[in-house]
């Protein structure tokens, strides 16, 4: 089966491109540590999740989707998925009841969402795991992923990666859905999901 996009573009992008640490789970889906010591992400194991993600929320109402980025280099690629698709962004820092306290302004009750890093994202995931709602993550080699449904391996922290990523499941869910023919891609490319190189803080 061909990849979604060429082989070349993922490790272009810096999908495959891990981080010098390696949880138990995410060992599955590395097949190489460089000599500096990082662990290099297996390109079909990341095309295998993207494709299976991409299925299971077309199945959802796009307005039922909640998209996470606390990470900056994610906020621009999740507000240009739910541009597309319809989906819910919450960008930079979640409020503390988001999903689970109706007295709230900021209250919203999603069907399922996605999140960009488990670390950033955290508050997310343990409130739609309080409240049972599914989780799909993007999972960079050093994340731990309790309290995830679908795990999507990837680097999560890189600009162009992220950008690449979300570019890939927003094209894949539209396709899915009908709304793309099966052969044609987005008006626009990776590119405009990049969000411009800043200095990221680190959290």
Same mark, same amino acid.
């Given at each position: ?7 070349? @573009? ?18 599955? =889906? ?7 010591? =990082? ?10 999740r @993207? ?15 909640? *998209? &996470?980025?606390?990470? *900056?280099?994610?906020?621009? %690629? *999740?507000?240009m ?14 409020? +503390?009841?988001t =999903?689970?306290? %109706?007295? @709230?302004?900021?209250?919203?009750? +999603? ?9 950033? !994202? ?11 709602? %599914?989780?799909?993550?993007?999972? !960079?080699?050093?994340?731990? *992923?309790?309290?995830? !449904?679908?795990?999507? %391996? ?7 990666? @992220? ?17 793309? +023919?099966?052969?044609?891609d987005? !008006?626009?490319? +990776?590119?405009?999901?990049?969000? &411009?190189? &800043? ?5």
């Amino acid at each position: 089966m061909e990849t979604l996009v060429p082989v070349e @573009l993922y490790r272009k992008m810096g999908v495959i491109v891990g981080t010098q640490i390696c949880t138990k789970y995410m060992k599955r =889906f590395t097949y190489k540590i460089l000599p500096e010591g =990082f662990y290099l992400l297996d390109v079909s194991k990341i095309d295998e999740r @993207l494709r299976i993600a991409a299925k299971f929320l077309s199945t959802f109402n796009p307005e039922k989707i909640a *998209v &996470v980025s606390v990470r *900056v280099y994610g906020q621009k %690629p *999740v507000q240009m998925m739910c541009k597309y698709v319809g989906c819910k962004p919450i960008v930079g820092r979640i409020i +503390p009841g988001t =999903f689970t306290n %109706p007295r @709230l302004s900021t209250y919203i009750e +999603p069907d399922v969402i996605l999140v960009t890093d488990p670390r950033t !994202d955290r508050q997310a995931i343990v409130e739609a795991s309080r409240v049972g709602i %599914p989780v799909v993550a993007f999972a !960079d080699t050093d994340n731990k *992923v309790d309290m995830i !449904d679908l795990v999507i %391996p990837a680097n999560n922290r890189g600009r162009k990666s @992220l950008a690449l990523l979300y570019w890939i499941l927003t094209r894949e869910i539209l396709r899915n859905k009908g709304i793309l +023919p099966p052969d044609k891609d987005l !008006d626009v490319g +990776p590119e405009e999901f990049m969000v &411009v190189k &800043v200095v990221e803080q680190t959290s």
